[in-house]
């Protein structure tokens, strides 16, 4: 098995915290030197506590599961002769409520656009091939939210 490292860290910086206005604010470092700046969603805590222009945790889950599956994609597309020119997902995810009322990304939506260079699949073969990419997806088998996948060659 492969095992895979990340460093998330926040600093109080002089905030008073207990009075619980303290920025979301933090680092995400990986393992390949990559720094990104993360931070809770505003919809979960509002600015200026949130930064908005930082990844939020829900976005990094939908971000994570439609690389995931486009890297199984485009795997099974060259596999099969199809030469990918381009691949888009405008990816989106849902928070809903579970039995216990507690929120969770209960459904994240992939809409990816591919196109492709010479022969493209039909759209069967399309879909076979996203289905082959979301059973071989580690990601889609790490999370209980339904994932739905609408795709469209560009």
């Known amino acids: 098995m492969s095992a895979h490292h990340?460093?998330?860290?926040?600093?109080?910086?002089?905030?008073?915290?207990?009075?619980?206005?303290?920025?979301?604010?933090?680092?995400?470092?990986?393992?390949?030197?990559?720094?990104?700046?993360?931070?809770s969603a505003p919809e979960s805590v509002p600015v200026p506590?949130?930064?908005?222009?930082?990844?939020?945790?829900?976005?990094?889950?939908?971000?994570?599961?439609s690389s995931c599956h486009m890297l199984w994609f485009l795997a099974f597309a060259a596999g099969d002769g199809f030469v990918v020119d381009r691949y888009v997902d405008e990816a989106s995810g849902m928070l809903g409520k579970n039995a216990g009322g507690h929120r969770y990304m209960n459904r994240v939506t992939l809409r990816p656009i591919t196109t492709f260079f010479g022969p493209a699949p039909t759209q069967a073969e399309l879909?076979?091939?996203?289905?082959?990419?979301h059973e071989h997806?580690?990601?889609?088998?790490?999370?209980?939210?339904?994932?739905?996948?609408?795709a469209k060659i560009g």
């Open 6 to 39: 990340t460093t998330v860290e926040w600093k109080r910086d002089g905030q008073v915290f207990i009075d619980k206005k303290y920025s979301r604010a933090h680092i995400w470092t990986f393992d390949g030197g990559a720094v990104v700046k993360g931070s």
């Open 49 to 65: 506590m949130s930064d908005i222009t930082a990844v939020d945790p829900e976005e990094a889950m939908v971000a994570s599961l």
């Open 127 to 133: 879909d076979a091939l996203h289905h082959a990419a």
């Open 137 to 150: 997806c580690e990601m889609a088998h790490s999370v209980r939210a339904e994932i739905v996948i609408e």
